[in-house]
Each structure stands twice: as C-alpha cells, then as structure tokens.
C-alpha cells in the first residue's frame, strides 16, 4: 500500500519478504552511525548473513516486519516480536535511514504495525530506548497512544496498548490530513501548469482545456506542450514538458492512451509535482495493466494524479482562477466543493450549477481514481477556507472504511451530500444465513452513510436542492417549522410534505397568533400556517416573517408565495431580502416562489452565506429541510465510543478459530458447535449451557447434568436453519421425552453429526443478531426482531462495524418491533442494557476474528431487565484470511500469505 507523509511525497509500504535479506544490509549500510548507535545499543559495523536471514523471514503473525520503499530501495523497517512469556506482548523497533528522518515515516509505520498487531491478539507493545534517542520517544508520543514508561541504566523501557484511542485516532487524523492535503496543493494552487497535448483545434479537448485555463486569467505562467505546433492560442508551444525553462507544479496529460505512460516519464523528470490524465483507454475499458504502469510511474516519482479518463478540475479562488477542465461552463465562485466519478455528468453538473447560481469553490472529475480518491479530496477540503459544503457524485467506494472514518469526522463541521448510483444493482445476495439474505450492497450504503453523517440523495436535482439551502443558511436546530403562505393549498401541501419528513408545524402561542393578527387582514389566519390569502402584500410577507424569525417557536420559517400580481414576485422577494439582512438569528429562512420563469435574484444578493434558497414546489422545500435537519440531529449526537471489556480473551479465542480452521475445508465452512460456543465464550457473549450428544444415552446424561427442560437441535450440514426441516425439539424433559426427541431430531436429515442438547430459556423475547461480510464494506451487523419470521417481516437494522455505544444503542431502537422490548401492552419488558452490551461484544470480536465471514444469532432471547440475555442458537462461518483481503482491513498492507497458528 501506498502511504501520504507530512511532506506531502509517498512511500509504499508492505510486509517484508525473504528476498529482502540482501536489501536489508544494503539498507544497514545506509545508516549513520548514531542510527546504529540508538538502534543496537552499540557500535556495530555490519549485519551478518545469519541476522540478515533472520531479520528477513518472519511468520506474519508472532514476529512482523513491515519495509518502506521509495525508489525501488528500502528506506524504513518496523518489526514486532511476540514475547516468550507474555502471548498479549510484542517488543517493537524502527530503523529510518539518516536522510529519510523528520518525515513522519516512523510514526506512520508504529501506526499499520499496531493495526497488525490488533489483529493477532497482542495487545501491548513494549519498547527499549536509550535515553538520548530523542526522535525515536517523540514518536512514541506522537503517536496519540497512552504511553508508560520507566528508566533504568539509560535506557528508557516504554509500553502502552495498541488499542485505538480517542487520542491515538485523533492524532492519526491530524497526520492523514496534513499529508494529504500537502501532496495535493500542486493540484489545486499550482504556481505554474503545462498542458501536455494542447491542441490548435478550438473544438478538440485539448484545444477547448487549454482555451478554458486562459480565459479565467489563471495566476501563473501556462505552457503549452506540442510538438506539431509553434504556438497555441497565441502562446509559444514546447515540444516537450522537459524543454519548458521553468519548473512545472500541474500538467495536464491529453494525449492517446499509448503515449500517457512516456509522457508521465518525462513530467517525473522534468520534476512535476502533479498531472491530470484526461486521456481515457485504461481501467474503464480492462486496461488494468496499463493504469497500474501509470500509478507506479507517479508513486515512484512522488507525483499525484488525478484521472486517468477524467473531465479534469477547478479551483475558482480569485488568488487561482484555475479553470482545467473541457467543459463549456465555469460556474460561479461560492463555498461548495464537488467531486464526480462521472466526466460527461460533471459536465452537465456544472451547467446545473450555473443556472442554479450555487457557488462552486472547487470541482474535480476524479475518472478512474487510480490515485487521488474522494476520501483524499475530503482531507484536503476538511480545512479549505474557501468549502463549507461538500457535495459528491459516486459510482464506487475505493475503500468505504476509510470513508466513514473521514466522514464522521468532516460532517461534523461540513455537512457531506451524496448521490450514490448503482441501487438498481444491489440485489439481495445469495447467502446460507439469515444475515446474507436480508443484507445487499444499497444497504450497506445506506449503513455507512447514516453512521458517517452523510446526506444520502437520489438524484442530481435532490443533490442541489439540499446543497443550495446548506450553503447558504445555518442548518436548523430542531424540526419546528412556521409557514407563511398568501393561499391555503400550497400551505396545506407543505405541511403534509413536512410531515412525511418527521418535522412539525407547530400552532403558534396566543401571543405570537396576537402579534401576527395586528398586521393582518381579518380573513388572514395567524395560526401555523400563516395564511395571508391571496390579497397579500410584501409587508404583509416582511412583518409576518420577521414576527416567526424572533420569536423562539420555530427552528426554520418556509415562506410560500403563489404571484397574484404582475409585479408581486418581485416584491415579495425584495420583502424577504430585507427581512434576511436585517436577521443575524440562527433560524433558517427558505422559500417557495410558484412560478415556473419566476426571477428571484434577489434572494441571492447580500451575504453569500445567508441568501434565501428558493424552490418551485412545496415538496421540494420539505424534502431539503428534512435532510438538513436530520444532519443537523446527527451532528448533535454524541458520536460515541467504542466500548472496551477486560473479560475477553483474544489468545483463546484465536486458539478456538486457528484449530476450527485447521479442521475444515482449505475455503473454511461452519464452524461446530462446540468451537462456536468456546468462541463466543472467550469475548463473555452468555449462552445456555449446551453439549452435543452422538446417541440417545449421551444426550439422556447430558439433559440430566443441565437439569430442567432442554431443547434437542440436529447438527447436520443439511440443516442450517433447523426449524426449517422440524430439527428442533422444545422444552423437553425426562428420559422418556429426551430419548424420543433424539431419534425424531435426527431422523431429519440424511446425515447428522449429532443433536445439540441445550438448557431451555423460558420466556424472553426473540431478536436477532447477525453480521456477513460485504465484499466492499466489511462486516455488515444486523439487528432485528428474530425467530423463523425475520426475513418475512423483515425488521432490521444494519450498521457497519465497529460499533459505538451511541450505535447499538441507536440500533436496538431504530426497529418498528422496539416497543415490544419497551413492554408492549403490559408485556414484560426485556434487558435492553444487557441486548446493546452483546451487540458491543459482537463487534469486539469481529474485530478480533476477521475469519468470521458470516454469522447468524437466532433466536437471542431478551429476559427481563436485570437478567440478561441468552444467545440460543448460532451458527458462524469462517474463511481463512490474509490481512488485508477484507475491507475492514484495507488500510494493511496484504501478507504474502495467509497466516495462522495454533497458539499455546
């Protein structure tokens, strides 16, 4: 993988391989002699064969060793070793040759081999430095973990938790985007830009991109690149980027596919520090090989890229005016960015902009996102003075884990719109659990960007009605909405829209209904809504509106004008601009003008941040507020944190999955019944107590020992879902009724590995839990109403892991069957601390076993409050895994192969 560092340039980082032995000692040699020094604890000269094979072939699990590459040579290496005498600790070091130091590589390197480490069941690192080894305690410390450390003979021993922090996320983050946002500057305020491929031909896209970056008079000197031309549009053309006499920030590539890669040689050479390929012919045809050649090319030389098979990007910042793209239209300077991974839609997208008059800040047409992705363009707006709204037009996620991380950050201080494409597509997988079937890909989406804060749209028009509202008025605090109308339809038509939003209109106080009945006629309703009727006047719309924006009943006033008069829009208008300039309140302020080729221009004069969105239709008006509002709810959540439990026991548990793996198939399988209870056993998951019984006599011992009435399941792999084939046997008790269960059970199914004999749970009520892992998200956890009715009713809730407090506790309460856990009509109430509790621990151990490829809890019986909960039946399915196979492990760089190992 491929990592950002604080100076904007990259490195690619991977695990170490055998054949690194003879790079290793070259890379020793490349080490001054303090860096030995601190590394060895003492002068030494060189590695010998025996370390450098040592130092080279790890196992990728108890002893891990990562390398940092640039320019084809190693520059960095982090290892950890697990300790003898403590299977939870690992002593870690770092070597960063002279030259390479001060970049932050250290720090990132601590930060992948702590995400390694999580996922082997270590849980401390330890560390020994001599006291004079400054460099490498500040990167102990800067890496935001909780750092202990002692000194003796000085040598300081440090050790914290490689568990993630709210500290250690945050000092991530910080890093992340610092780097990010470096390597991207030469992209978005280059100091000079080349146009490799500028054309004579006006109607060519290279003719039309270079005609487009001199007409907003961009701040730099603009090169063409030609070698069949003298000069283009009046400008001297070069034959090459190498023959331009100054250095060279942004070129943009517009040339056939086949000639990208040795031009992309020549920008490297030439010492450019970013391009955007607008050729297309690479990944979105199947030329995969040639857009892995163009990303090597700019990875090894430290560029960034944008494209290939991309519209190009702008940056209106008057300090810029950096106008690169084909399109025929520049839209206005405002504080709105937008990415799209659609060329021809970016071009209609700021055609849209245009006439809707929303202010762009920066565009960019990422094309294939071979490099530079959307999450990157999300760190580098975080902090853009110029972007207060972010809007994006998606076709995939590159890495969705990453996003939501991004996201839930960002949304928090810029709201994030999206349309995602692809619905039709996400269709129901085929699955084996109960989990898989109700799972699909939309709903993953759904999941993320509901977790991350991010306004999920349908259509590009949506995508622009919530854009124009969010860019120019503060979101609303709450979901009271006054309306001012001069007829009752409209008015009647908004409020039922309103409601279908979740949001309320209010009836206003005596107080307020007295204040707004002096000013209007006596035909005029002051209730809410305002109704004027249709003889209203521009005074009347101002006081009215200015009366609902002070007076503290509301949290958004929609004004709804249907024209009466030739020249009433207009004053109307005017009214409502007045009224918003002389307003510094925190209330939203939005409007309906239902005229087709109605001019409200004058909404949008005066503070560009508090302009009057306006909309054709009611519905419309609603839909965006509902949006924002509901944001607005996010963003007043407590995000929440992860929760932490000292009685898990991750070595046991990797026991129980390595030697389950040992015993399946090379593909995996189910795991059985006994390995899945010793499993959920480890991370404190209660279940009855149970024993599979391979005849009728074992089984009368084994109801015996539990006491009371069992339940009898058949264990086959014919019966994933037994009640389906009458492999469930309930509340049976005595010799008699066990034995008879035992042969019914069994008799099933062709082939029974045996029948599970299982403590009956009285009462409760029945939920499911569940996860499968998404091919693109990770794991996907289900919450719901449970038993043999959940895909029929179909009463679920997914999140995407890791779950916070905030979103179990959001989850067991998003479902329509929750008042039935509440108590419903004087039924029992269930444990609904004890039910988030288990939803908690579920994702610690999914996180601790990303093996667990799908998972079906069902029936989870909810006792009453106080007693807990019981999880009656599971089935889990493991497939093997090398770090990094799974989304929710992209930010790993890939093993060479999948490691695994009996623990003891």
């Known amino acids: 993988m491929d990592v950002v560092l604080r100076d904007g340039k990259g490195v690619r980082v991977r695990p170490i391989t055998p054949d690194d032995a003879r790079a290793l000692g070259e890379f020793f040699e490349k080490m001054g002699e303090e860096s030995r020094y601190f590394r060895y604890f003492g002068v030494k000269e060189s590695l010998s064969e025996a370390e450098l094979k040592y130092f080279a072939n790890v196992d990728y699990f108890d002893r891990m060793a990562l390398v940092a590459v640039e320019g084809g040579e190693l520059v960095a290496v982090a290892r950890y070793d697990r300790l003898d005498d403590d299977e939870t600790s690992a002593e870690v070091a770092f070597d960063v040759i002279d030259e390479q130091q001060g970049r932050g590589l250290g720090t990132e390197l601590l930060q992948l081999l702590t995400n ?27 890496s935001g973990y909780e750092m202990g450390r002692t000194m003796e003979d000085g040598v300081y021993s440090v050790s914290f938790p490689v568990e993630e922090s709210e500290d250690s996320r945050e000092a991530w983050g910080e890093r992340e985007k610092r780097a990010v946002g470096a390597s991207l500057l030469p992209l978005f305020v280059p100091s000079s830009v080349a146009v490799i491929g500028a054309s004579t031909d006006p109607h060519s896209i290279g003719g039309r991109l270079f005609s487009n970056l001199l007409s907003t008079n961009l701040t730099g000197p603009l090169y063409p690149v030609n070698p069949n031309a003298r000069v283009v549009n009046s400008v001297r053309a070069y034959d090459s980027v190498l023959d331009i006499p100054d250095q060279v920030d942004l070129a943009f590539i517009v040339v056939p596919a086949p000639l990208v890669a040795d031009v992309l040689r020549e920008c490297a050479e030439a010492g450019v520090r970013g391009v955007v390929v607008i050729s297309a012919g690479f990944g979105e045809i199947g030329n995969d090989e040639g857009e892995r050649e163009l990303l090597d090319l700019v990875r090894s030389a430290g560029m960034r890229m944008i494209g290939p098979n991309c519209m190009g990007l702008l940056n209106t910042d008057p300090a810029v005016n950096l106008n690169g793209t084909f399109a025929p239209f520049y839209p206005p300077a405002g504080n709105v960015a937008m990415s799209s991974q659609s060329g021809a839609l970016g071009i209609a997208i700021l055609d849209y902009a245009n006439t809707a008059n929303l202010g762009i800040s920066q565009f960019v047409s990422v094309g294939n996102k071979a490099d530079v992705s959307g999450n990157d363009l999300l760190l580098a707006w975080e902090d853009d003075p110029n972007t207060d709204v972010i809007l994006l037009y998606l076709e995939s996620f590159g890495n969705p884990r990453k996003f939501s991380r991004i996201a839930r950050r960002i949304g928090r201080k810029k709201p994030i719109a999206a349309v995602k494409s692809g619905r039709s597509e996400a269709g129901i997988r085929a699955a084996s659990s109960h989990t898989g079937a109700l799972a699909s890909s939309d709903v993953a989406v759904d999941a993320l960007f509901h977790q991350a804060g991010v306004i999920r749209v349908d259509t590009i028009e949506e995508l622009f009605d919530v854009a124009t509202l969010l860019a120019h008025q503060p979101i609303p605090s709450g979901d009271r909405i006054g309306i001012v109308t001069n007829s009752g339809g409209p008015g009647i038509l908004a409020t039922d829209a309103l409601a279908a939003q979740g949001l309320r209109t209010p009836e206003f106080s005596e107080d307020l209904q007295e204040k707004l009945a002096k000013r209007l006629p006596p035909e005029a309703s002051p209730r809410n809504p305002v109704d004027l009727i249709a003889s209203g006047s521009a005074e009347g719309f101002s006081g009215s509106v200015s ?82 509002i509901r944001h607005g709810k996010w963003r007043q959540r407590d995000p929440g944190k992860i929760r932490r439990f000292d009685d898990i026991d991750v070595v046991m548990a990797r026991r129980v999955v390595d030697a389950g793996l040992e015993d399946l198939e090379e593909g995996g399988g189910w795991l059985e019944p006994e390995d899945v209870d010793a499993l959920l056993d480890c991370f404190g998951i209660s279940l009855p107590r149970a024993m599979v019984a391979t005849d009728a006599d074992e089984a009368v011992e084994i109801a015996a020992d539990i006491g009371g009435p069992v339940v009898l399941k058949v264990v086959s792999s014919e019966a994933l879902h037994k009640s389906d084939v009458g492999g469930v046997a309930l509340e049976i008790e005595g010799e008699d009724e066990v034995r008879a269960a035992f042969e019914d059970v069994i008799s099933k199914v062709n082939r029974a590995d045996g029948v599970l004999v299982q403590e009956f749970v009285h009462g409760g009520h029945e939920v499911i839990v569940g996860m499968t892992q998404d091919p693109n998200f990770g794991p996907l956890v289900l919450f719901g109403l449970g038993g043999i009715t959940v895909e029929l009713l179909g009463d679920v809730a997914f999140r995407i892991h890791p779950l916070t407090d905030a979103d179990t506790a959001e989850m067991v309460r998003s479902i329509k069957g929750f008042p039935l856990l509440e108590g419903y009509r004087n039924e029992p109430s269930g444990d609904i601390e004890a039910l988030e509790e288990t939803l908690s621990r579920v994702s610690t151990m999914i996180s601790a076993v990303p093996e667990i490829a799908e998972m079906d809890m069902n029936p989870v019986m909810i006792l009453e409050p106080g007693e807990g909960v019981r999880v009656v039946d599971t089935r889990i399915k493991l497939v093997p895994v090398a770090a990094g196979a799974h989304p929710e492990m992209v930010d790993l760089p890939s093993v060479p192969s999948n490691p695994r190992r009996v623990m003891g």
């Open 547 to 628: 009366d609902i924006l002070t007076s503290g009943e509301v949290d958004a006033v929609l004004v709804i004008y249907v024209p009466t008069t030739s020249d009433g829009l207009g004053d109307v208008a005017r009214a409502l601009r007045e009224v918003q300039d002389g307003y510094d309140g925190d209330v939203t302020l939005l409007s309906v003008f239902m005229q087709a080729d109605g001019e409200t221009g004058l909404l949008n004069q005066g503070d560009p941040k508090r302009r009057i969105p306006s909309f054709l239709f009611p519905e419309a008006a609603a839909e965006a507020l509902g949006r924002a």
């Open 116 to 142: 390694f480490a999580r996922q082997r069941g270590i849980d401390t690192f330890r560390a020994f430095v001599l006291a004079d080894n400054r460099r490498m305690m500040r990167v102990f410390r800067n």
